[in-house]
């Protein structure tokens, strides 16, 4: 059995504190910087909030129109309603990536 003496434990947590601080500075110079995610990404996030709104849209006009009967009322104002949102997260989103551009200095 192992005996209890403090600085046997300093020894050892000094041991180990030298091999996590030289596996971090191993694995630093391994990982090259990351770059941010290209425009491509963008565009898709872009795209699919925008399809995204509209179908949401109209499927709440088809469920307006199914509960009251007022058959193309409710899709008219469903889709018009989702397009207005559709382009209100289009333009926020843009405004959201052109200041993370200007705070980068890009």
Avoid: C
């Amino acid at each position: 059995m192992g005996t209890n003496d403090p600085a046997d434990d300093d020894d050892r947590l000094d041991e180990l504190g030298r091999r996590i601080d030289a596996a971090r500075q191993t694995q630093s110079q391994k990982a090259p910087a990351k770059e941010p995610p290209g425009r491509l990404n963008v565009v898709y996030r872009v795209s699919t909030e925008f399809v995204a709104a509209v179908f949401i849209g109209i499927a709440l006009g088809l469920g307006f129109d199914y509960v009251t009967g007022w058959k193309p009322a409710g899709i008219l104002l469903g889709s018009l309603l989702g397009i207005a949102t559709a382009f209100y997260t289009v333009i926020r989103t843009m405004r959201q990536l052109n200041a993370e551009d200007e705070k980068t200095g890009k």
